[in-house]
C-alpha cells in the first residue's frame, strides 16, 4: 500500500508539471492525490468501484477547495491534479482493444464500466464544489 501511495503521488505531482500549475503547488497536488488514492483503497474493499471512486473524488475535492483557500489559488490546479489516480485510462484503452479485437459485448461491458468511473469523478467534483460553496456562504 506504501509503495501505491508513493506511486499517486508521484502521479498527481507529475501531472501538476505538466498541466503547468505552479512549482509552490507541487507538493499539494501530490499530497491531493495521494489522499484521494488512499481513500479510493479502503473505500473499494468495501463497495463498487463506482462509489469508491465517487468517495474518493469528493475527498480530492473538498481537499482542493481547502489548499486553494490556504494558498490563493484555484481550486482546478488541486483537483485536476488530484483526480489523476483515479482516471479510468487503463479500462478505457482495454475497452478500445476489445473494439478492436471485435470482441465487442466484452467492450461494451469495460466501456460501461469506465464511463460509469467517469461520471463518479464528475459528480464528486461538483458535489465537492456545491459543499465549498455552501460552508463559504454559511461562515460568512
Not at 60 to 76: D, E, L, N, T
Not at 100 to 116: F, H, R, Y
Amino acid at each position: 500500500m506504501i509503495l501505491q501511495l508513493i506511486t499517486s503521488f508521484i502521479a498527481a505531482a507529475t501531472f501538476c508539471i505538466l498541466f503547468n500549475a505552479p512549482k509552490r503547488a507541487l507538493l499539494q497536488c501530490g499530497i491531493a492525490g495521494m489522499v484521494g488514492w488512499m481513500v479510493y483503497l479502503q473505500l473499494d474493499r468495501e463497495w463498487e468501484a463506482v462509489i469508491a471512486t465517487f468517495g474518493a473524488t469528493v475527498v480530492v475535492g473538498v481537499i482542493s477547495q481547502i489548499f486553494a483557500r490556504s494558498f490563493k489559488m484555484p481550486v482546478i490546479i488541486f483537483s485536476v491534479g488530484g483526480i489523476i489516480p483515479l482516471v479510468p485510462g487503463g479500462l478505457a484503452y482495454d475497452a478500445m482493444r476489445k473494439f478492436v479485437e471485435n470482441d465487442n459485448t466484452q467492450a461494451v461491458q469495460i466501456a460501461t464500466q469506465a464511463l460509469l468511473l467517469s461520471g463518479a469523478i464528475a459528480t464528486g467534483l461538483v458535489l465537492s464544489e456545491v459543499l465549498g460553496q455552501m460552508f463559504s456562504r454559511r461562515n460568512k
